[in-house]
Structures are given as structure tokens and as C-alpha cells.
């Protein structure tokens, strides 16, 4: 597929740059993982999905699911940036009154959002219904499922991803933020889920392995998973938590926490570099 590495890393950048301004002017909200996807939404949005912001709710748009619904400022970014809405929106983040809430949510009928999010383990089910639907329908849109390495420990996440083999939903295509921290810790040490390659292959997924920040890596697995029939793609994303931001990465404490106005200056100067 069409692929402009320069273009999907500037955006990147953008989205990184915008979420931790929303975040600071918020004063609360989940930083950590929120910018640590910003590659991969980057590469969604500007060079795999196909869309209307003229027409959000076009028929034959590709679809994506936020599981992860504490990220919800990456969401929300990548949007602002795509044009579905004005960026200035973005800083009314967790306000009253504001369409952009802590988790993202339908009823706010913010343009792009496909549903509302915030309980763990429920986003691939939804993907799938949305994938079985095209399928049924005979449309050739995709769907697309953003989740948390955390959010694997919620057993309906496993019953859905049987499913998803089972209906040999090649259109469909979960994407894991495999960053290895959860609010609490480590992922090994709450809950361990390696080898979570293999345990995905078992359930009957292609599994393709990457390096989450790398933009090459990022659209040739798109690109494998568009080509897969048959059964549906799992693209494990190695990512580090807080990308970006060298002073944070890594430290789950940045899971739920956000700079202080003066912490967005020293943040901002890093993310440049």
C-alpha cells in the first residue's frame, strides 16, 4: 500500500505534541500509554485506513476500535489531526460539557468515534461483530482493534479472539500495545502472558511481531495482514511506554499521571529532540 514514512512520522510527532498539551490542560487522564501508540495511530490514519472526514459515518469506511479506552487522547489526536475536528478541540479534554471524555463514548457524537470504551477486555468482541457484519453484508471495509497488553488478563478478550478464528475473519486486524506495563507494575509480574505469540497462533490468528515505533515495520505488517485469507491478524507492537518522552519512558507511574504546566515545557523540549 500507499506509504509515506516522512508524512506518517511528522504526524506522529503532531499527535505526541497535542496529546500532551490536552493532557496538561486537562490536569488529569492517562499520558504513558496514550503517546506510546502515537506511531501506530499515526500509520492508521495517514496511511492504511480509508475514511470521509466529509462523511464520518460513510457506509464502505474503514472501522477502529479503541479497547483500550483509557488512551482515549491518542484517539482524539489523531482524529483532531486527520481533520474530522478542529485541533483547539482537543483542549477541552475531560471537561464538562466537552465531546472529548476520559473514555471515548458514542453518545457524545464525536466524528470518528465508532463506540463508547472504557470497560477492559470488550473492544474485540465489538471489532468482531463489526467484522462478521462486513462479512455477512458483503462489504469490503475493515476493522480495526487497538488493545492493551494489560487488558489480556480479562478472559473475554480469549473467548472473542476464538470466535474471530472460528468466523475466519480476515478482515479483521487487532493491534496489541505490548509496552509491558499495566498501572500496577509489570504485566509478568500481575499477570505473566507470554508467550503471548504463541498462545495468539493457537488461537488460530496470524501473528505478526513488531517493533511499535517503527513506521516501516508498522505498514509492511498492515500490508501482511491485508494479504492474509482466511484468518484474522494479530500484530503484536513492542512498544515503550511513554515513547517520546525519554524522562518518562518506561515508568508505569506515568500510566495515569500528567505534567504539571511547567513539566509540559522540559516534555515538549524532549519530544523536539
Not at 485541533?87 to 460539557?97: A, P, S
Amino acid at each position: 500500500m500507499y506509504s509515506n514514512i516522512n508524512l506518517t512520522k511528522q504526524k506522529a510527532h503532531n499527535i505526541r505534541e497535542t496529546i500532551l498539551r490536552s493532557l496538561t490542560e486537562a490536569g488529569s487522564g492517562h499520558l504513558g500509554g496514550s503517546i506510546d501508540l502515537a506511531d501506530i495511530f499515526s500509520v492508521l490514519y495517514f496511511n492504511e485506513m480509508r475514511y470521509d472526514i466529509n462523511n464520518p459515518s460513510w457506509e464502505d469506511r474503514d472501522r477502529l476500535i479503541l479497547s483500550i479506552g483509557h488512551t482515549a487522547p491518542v484517539l482524539y489526536a489523531s482524529l483532531a489531526e486527520a481533520g474530522f475536528f478542529p485541533k483547539d478541540e482537543c483542549m477541552t479534554l475531560r471537561k464538562i460539557g466537552s465531546r472529548l471524555q476520559g473514555h471515548p463514548s458514542k453518545d457524545s457524537e464525536l466524528p470518528g468515534v465508532e463506540t463508547s470504551a472504557g470497560s477492559l477486555g470488550q473492544g474485540l468482541g465489538i471489532a468482531i461483530g463489526m467484522a462478521l457484519s462486513a462479512k455477512m453484508d458483503e462489504k469490503n471495509y475493515r476493522t480495526y482493534c487497538v488493545m492493551g497488553d494489560g487488558e489480556l488478563q480479562e478472559g473475554s478478550v480469549w473467548e472473542a479472539a476464538m470466535a474471530a478464528s472460528n468466523y475466519r475473519l480476515d478482515n479483521l486486524c487487532a493491534i496489541i500495545d505490548r509496552n509491558r506495563l499495566q498501572i500496577d507494575g509489570s504485566t509478568e509480574n500481575v499477570m505473566a502472558l507470554e508467550p503471548l505469540d504463541e498462545k495468539w497462533t493457537s488461537f488460530g490468528w496470524n501473528v505478526v511481531e513488531i517493533d511499535g515505533h517503527d513506521h516501516n515495520d508498522i505498514v509492511d505488517a498492515f500490508d501482511v495482514a491485508r494479504a492474509t485469507k482466511g484468518q484474522p491478524t494479530l500484530i503484536l507492537a513492542n512498544t515503550i511506554m511513554g515513547k517520546g518522552v525519554k524522562s518518562i519512558e518506561n515508568d508505569n507511574k506515568w500510566h495515569g499521571k500528567v505534567p504539571t504546566k511547567e513539566q509540559l515545557i522540559d516534555f515538549l523540549n524532549e519530544l523536539e529532540k
